[in-house]
């Protein structure tokens, strides 16, 4: 019995090797989840998961074997294939910035993908298509469709969110596939890859049938590096997987705005995951109407935590479901929410940064794409990067972009615009353009229509050819005044975007994405054509053929059979005529 423990001894006594997890200060790992409850003004419900896994290990290295609360096929890709940064969002439906506000975190309709890799990657595209191919495996997407058609190298759009030794863009690619239709088959293997998958914590939520039963719904990974400590002298993996759902519970229920957590996800909050340091609920509780009474939520919070996110004050109802106390008196947390004066309807606070697109003119050679970006701040001007990606079978016609506000011509003050191939790339406009104060500002391209080869039309052509969504990306200036805010205390979400300052914030929006027709040739002409000459080959030579081929032969009358001699024999015996 000594003889055989001897060897596990002596392994325990050697300590981690380089390819284990030690429990030392070298690699440690944490996992942070909350749940963000946000009443809507139309009376929709908007839902934010976040878990949040931080691993302070060096993936680029490689010399990382073991995985413990990281995905080992995340960790693998990002080793592999040399990638600094990570952001993939595949989302059904459209945020409506204008009557639900600005989102935590938002993303266009269909599949989103930006990537940054390290400066050690010699071949950028190759590396591009393969980390493509490979999450297209993983998350059962179409993304293995991305190819140089579709992706773009923008120069000011998107800048790393961790950290970054240099902002050369030729490490960086975009790509945008409007298509994309998201279901249950992408979001099984996005829980898979949480530590306690969907059986613990706030992960027993997200329930297929009831996620994908609503208005919108958005999932997203991001991957970055970020400082281990304030000093900054050691680097720490993130990984942050998302999921946003907005729930119409006003039209379902009666006109009544009062929800709770067993109505929107058919089930409740039981335990917590054990691998978890922190889970958390969070309630926007804060007023809706002039006497700035707080929403009532049930059962009592944990706690009260105020923060300015996004320029305004927030209230928020927390439950720390780490709380020994929280689970003392039942044993299951169902968060319920009960406005105060449903009758009162409460007013629509309209967003300092929104736009709208929409694609102007008629017939099918020449047309119009129009972006309306709105600044409704009192008093502030600020900037804005506009990113426009257009497929190479529109195109653009540069000489007449225009940018008009309030009336006068606004020029922008930086523009970069790649024109496209034909079936290579398509175009690339990004522009900055200075927004006044409470101003609206327009700005109109014209494009001419492709006409395509008979294979390259989809199978529902007439349906239309999607573009996808404008990108804007600005520093708004804030209307109430911010302050250094305690992470530890604040959702999650608003440290993917710090603030710099204590005057603004950044936002990041996306535009509706467009439907435009092509010219489309009447793909059942060759089946009408088809079957009107099978029908004239089959009567004309069929008839030809039966004349060429038939024979005649002239057949003498038969003298009868038995019956009709024995009736003859008869008639001779009366004297008849035979027959």
């Not at 040399?82 to 459209?94: C, D, I, K, N, P």
């Not at 968060?335 to 004066?341: D, P, S, T």
């Amino acid at each position: 019995m000594a003889a055989a423990l001897l060897p596990l001894l002596l392994l325990l006594a050697a300590g981690p090797g380089p390819g284990r997890a030690d429990a030392g200060q070298e690699r440690r790992d944490a996992l942070r989840e909350e749940l963000l409850l946000t009443p809507l003004p139309t009376g929709d419900v908007a839902a934010t998961f976040q878990f949040r896994t931080r691993w302070d290990a060096d993936l680029q290295r490689g010399a990382v074997s073991h995985y413990r609360l990281f995905p080992k096929a995340l960790g693998r890709l990002v080793a592999a294939l040399g990638v600094r940064e990570l952001h993939l969002a595949l989302t059904q439906g459209f945020w409506r910035t204008r009557y639900w506000g600005q989102p935590p975190l938002q993303a266009p309709a269909g599949a989103e993908l930006w990537v940054w890799f390290q400066p050690t990657v010699t071949d950028v595209d190759k590396a591009w298509k393969e980390l493509s191919n490979i999450l297209s495996g993983i998350f059962c997407a179409s993304l293995n469709f991305i190819d140089s058609t579709n992706t773009v190298i923008p120069t000011a759009s998107f800048k790393p969110l961790g950290l970054a030794n240099g902002t050369d863009h030729h490490l960086l690619r975009y790509a945008v596939l409007p298509r994309e239709v998201v279901c249950t088959e992408n979001l099984t293997p996005w829980k898979k890859l949480l530590p306690c998958g969907s059986k613990a914590g706030l992960a027993v939520l997200l329930k297929a049938e009831r996620l994908f039963h609503s208005s919108y719904h958005s999932q997203a990974v991001h991957i970055r590096p970020i400082c281990r400590d304030a000093s900054c002298l050691a680097m720490s993996w993130e990984l942050r997987q998302t999921l946003t759902v907005v729930f119409d519970f006003f039209s379902s229920g009666q006109g009544k705005k009062d929800w709770s957590l067993f109505k929107m996800f058919s089930r409740t909050l039981t335990d917590t995951c054990p691998l978890a340091s922190q889970s958390k609920v969070y309630v926007d509780i804060s007023p809706k109407n002039k006497e700035k009474e707080l929403l009532e939520v049930s059962p009592p919070p944990t706690s009260v935590h105020e923060a300015i996110v996004q320029g305004d004050k927030k209230t928020y109802a927390v439950y720390d479901l780490l709380s020994p106390s929280l689970f003392n008196t039942s044993r299951s947390l169902n968060v319920q929410l009960k406005w105060k004066r449903p009758q009162d309807s409460s007013e629509m606070p309209i967003p300092i940064l929104h736009a709208q697109r929409y694609v102007g003119g008629y017939g099918l050679q020449t047309g119009e794409i129009c972006t309306l970006i709105y600044n409704t701040h009192p008093y502030r001007a600020f900037p804005v990067i506009l990113l426009e990606t257009v497929p190479w079978y529109l195109r653009l016609y540069v000489h007449t972009l225009t940018i008009i506000t309030k009336g006068k011509e606004n020029k922008p003050s930086y523009i970069h615009y790649q024109p496209a191939q034909d079936r290579r790339r398509p175009h690339l406009l990004e522009m900055l353009i200075q927004l006044p104060a409470n101003s609206v500002t327009k700005i109109t391209i014209q494009f001419e229509r492709a006409l395509l080869k008979w294979t390259e039309y989809p199978p529902d052509p007439n349906h239309g050819f999607y573009v996808g969504s404008s990108v804007l990306s600005a520093l708004v200036p804030s209307v109430t005044a911010m302050k250094d805010m305690d992470v530890e205390q604040s959702p999650l979400f608003t440290s993917l975007f710090p603030s710099s300052d204590g005057s603004s914030y950044f936002v990041r929006l996306y535009t509706e994405p467009l439907l435009v027709n092509l010219p489309t040739p009447d793909f059942s002409m060759p089946y009408n054509v088809i079957c009107l000459t099978c029908t004239v080959v089959a009567v004309c030579y069929g008839s030809f053929y039966n004349l060429l081929t038939r024979t005649f032969h002239v057949e003498e009358p038969s003298r009868g059979g038995l019956a009709k001699r024995l009736a003859n024999v008869i008639r001779k015996f009366r004297g008849v005529p035979p027959l």
